[in-house]
């Protein structure tokens, strides 16, 4: 008879027990350490570097096929991707666009954690401002946004382009094409460096 009387407190403190660990756990993959960094908007594209830190400290890690799903949010921008590719970091990965607003970014080796996967990216724009993008993968939660600033391709003739200057940009191929595209608005594009 003693026995029965407790059975109810055991079932009740086991039927607790499976709830929480059932229950899903959430993970924080990328850390405040991931950045995006953007170069100057000439001829519609600019160049941009996305660095995603990963560091896992409960479920140990990203692993291979969890895909980093990464969503461009253009803003007044009208940023799109026109290209991605690995860059460095983490033993490798495959970066694929998988549409305008999205890549996906799958690490080579299992698990992946405590290091930082560098993408490039080469964005499609209409404005210079403001462009942010989320990471996210299934175990991840909350979902991570990063921006950084598309900086306005060169303008004035004499200060961007002369002395020097046209140099800096890294895609005109002498002192005339700077002068040139600023000259057309844009219309002659980069003759490349």
């Not at 490798?92 to 890549?103: E, S």
């Not at 020097?164 to 490349?192: H, L, M």
Request: glycine share 10%; hydrophobic share 40%.
């Amino acid at each position: 008879m003693r026995r029965l009387r407790y059975y109810p407190v055991i079932v009740a403190s086991l039927a607790v027990m499976a709830v929480v660990l059932v229950a899903p756990a959430s993970a924080q993959h990328f850390e405040d350490g991931s950045t995006k960094v953007c170069g100057a908007l000439i001829g519609g594209q600019v160049n941009c570097a996305l660095s995603i830190k990963i560091q896992d400290d409960l479920d140990g890690g990203v692993f291979e096929g969890d895909d980093i799903i990464v969503t461009l949010v253009p803003g007044t921008t009208g940023a799109t991707y026109a290209s991605a590719a690995f860059d460095s970091g983490c033993g490798g990965a495959a970066v694929t666009v998988d549409d305008a607003t999205h890549l996906s970014v799958d690490p080579t080796i299992s698990p992946v954690d405590d290091c930082t996967i560098v993408v490039e990216e080469v964005l499609n724009a209409t404005a210079s401002g403001e462009v942010c993008q989320t990471l996210d993968n299934d175990a991840n939660d909350p979902p991570v946004t990063i921006c950084a600033d598309i900086l306005p391709g060169p303008t004035d003739a004499e200060a961007d382009c002369k002395k020097g200057a046209w140099e800096a940009w890294g895609v005109f191929k002498n002192q005339g094409d700077c002068v040139s595209y600023i000259a057309t608005k844009g219309r002659n594009g980069p003759a490349g460096a």
